[in-house]
């Protein structure tokens, strides 16, 4: 926070809460350019009215009318996954470029009056601003839920018909559910309902579609599960956006199955959110999709993606070096490695910063075995390690939410943590088993070898995750040095 409140220059800075003003104020002795903080709680925005009220109308208009196309609309910060967050310039003309073009793309999921989007990401991330954008263009109705805590309460309440999320609140959606459906002694029934849904949705990638018999079974599945699952999400809606990380095959299966579609899409803080888009009728799962109108994908010979369009960044702010790095040739240079199919759909098979080389000099892309891991709804996060390593490891977090379900039904004592339970045997196994799902989608060379559960998650307020709940995988490697080391101990 302080790095974004100084490299930005802000000299006036608002905030919510009291945790956030004490935030601010803790670190304000340090910016000698931030004149004023408004806290939202206290009456901020009361008092900006009032400073305000003897402005005419006609000198608003003349400031307004100032702003051009290519002028900075604001600054967004990037996550920080590999280092000090870089401030992006977004200007007017990219926002209109990305929010025209969503709208346009996927116009029957904007129909005015009639659709609904609820925001509830982080507004520090990009996504979060065009979620907050695209309606106002559309327009469409748009509602914010202040703690993702209540978020199961305010999709009821509020019934969008259009979810935008990362892929970590659809995994949630997925792994709450089954471990409801457990609990109550239905969890054979969720998983034989779960495998129908993604045999249906692959089935119809096919040119025969569902059999008969797989129609019938879905059917059954509708009444009993997946109605009740699209209840859970608004009861409204059909389709989700998902960016920010890979969401899993089996997952968009899973859920275009029970019938609400997730679209998944690609993008960065440089390039305004979207750049490439599943198309609401001829979505590829697996896939991010195709670009958007305006923007060009093109893979360079190392596989690295290059992006071209009016939807860029204008440039870093105040760090001339790392523009001219990115913006080398007139492309933006992602850092992602992907590749085109013959349909133009683009799909993300890592990024350049996190493949690891292993002693033995195999390239792996950790997100792929990672996201397998994931998926299990005992683990909250997992970062493979390895590099310059004999072999493949990773570091494991236990999902507190799930841990206390399941250590009832295992016979653990009350009050178990994941601290308490880290060399548990049944606790060993159950990851072992979400570790050797994820290996099966990768070769031996990049399979896991062992692995490490470590006594507490990775939050945001620990400094692992982003806003946009990504890895910072230098500080994980740092604070957590010693467990690593303990993965190639003999």
Not at 280 to 295: A, C, E, F, M, N
Not at 390 to 416: C, N, Q, Y
């Amino acid at each position: 926070m302080q790095w974004i409140l100084g490299d930005s220059g802000a000299t006036a800075c608002v905030v919510e809460l009291d945790t956030h003003a004490a935030s601010v104020e803790s670190v304000r002795d340090r910016l000698p350019a931030l004149k004023h903080v408004w806290q939202i709680d206290t009456g901020g925005v009361e008092e900006l009215g009032r400073l305000g009220r003897d402005v005419s109308d006609a000198t608003v208009e003349e400031r307004s009318s100032l702003a051009k196309a290519d002028d900075p609309a604001t600054i967004v910060y990037t996550s920080g996954t590999t280092g000090r967050p870089k401030g992006c310039v977004l200007t007017h003309r990219a926002f209109f470029a990305e929010c025209g073009n969503i709208v346009e793309r996927l116009r029957p999921l904007f129909r005015t009056g009639e659709c609904s989007v609820l925001l509830f990401l982080p507004l520090a991330h990009v996504f979060g601003r065009l979620v907050q954008v695209a309606p106002m263009m559309a327009p469409i109705k748009l509602g914010c839920v202040p703690d993702i805590k209540n978020l199961t309460d305010e999709l009821a309440a509020f019934r969008p018909t259009l979810i935008l999320g990362v892929p970590r609140v659809f995994e949630k959606v997925y792994n709450s559910a089954r471990a409801k459906a457990q609990a109550d002694g239905k969890g054979k029934i969720f998983d034989k309902a779960a495998d129908t849904a993604i045999a249906y949705s692959r089935a119809l990638d096919t040119p025969s579609g569902p059999s008969l018999g797989l129609k019938i079974k879905y059917k059954t599945f509708d009444k009993l599960v997946y109605s009740k699952l699209r209840a859970v999400l608004g009861g409204k809606g059909e389709y989700a956006i998902s960016g920010g990380a890979p969401l899993g095959e089996r997952l968009g299966h899973f859920f275009r199955g029970i019938g609400f579609t997730v679209l998944e899409g690609y993008g960065l803080t440089e390039s305004c959110a979207a750049t490439a888009f599943n198309p609401w009728d001829r979505t590829k799962i697996g896939t991010v999709g195709q670009p958007l109108p305006g923007s060009v994908i093109r893979i360079a010979d190392d596989g690295e993606v290059l992006l071209h369009g009016e939807h860029l960044f204008k440039e870093y702010w105040n760090n001339e070096g790392a523009t001219a790095e990115a913006l080398a040739d007139g492309w933006f240079h992602t850092g992602d490695i992907g590749t085109l199919d013959e349909d133009g759909y683009l799909r993300i098979t890592g990024r350049k910063k996190e493949i690891i080389v292993t002693a033995g000099g195999k390239n792996v892309a950790p997100a792929v075995i990672e996201d397998r891991i994931r998926a299990h709804a005992l683990v909250a996060e997992c970062m493979v390690v390895g590099d310059g390593r004999p072999f493949v490891g990773a570091l494991v977090t236990i999902d507190d939410e799930f841990l206390g379900r399941w250590a009832a039904e295992h016979g653990k004592p009350a009050g178990s943590t994941a601290a308490s339970l880290r060399q548990d045997p049944d606790l060993l196994a159950a990851v072992q088993s979400a570790v050797d799902d994820g290996n099966a989608a990768v070769s031996k060379a990049e399979s896991v070898r062992k692995f490490r559960i470590l006594s507490s998650q990775f939050t945001e307020e620990s400094g692992h995750l982003t806003p946009s709940l990504k890895l910072k995988r230098h500080v994980v490697a740092k604070d957590y040095a010693d467990e690593i080391e303990a993965i190639y101990q003999k």
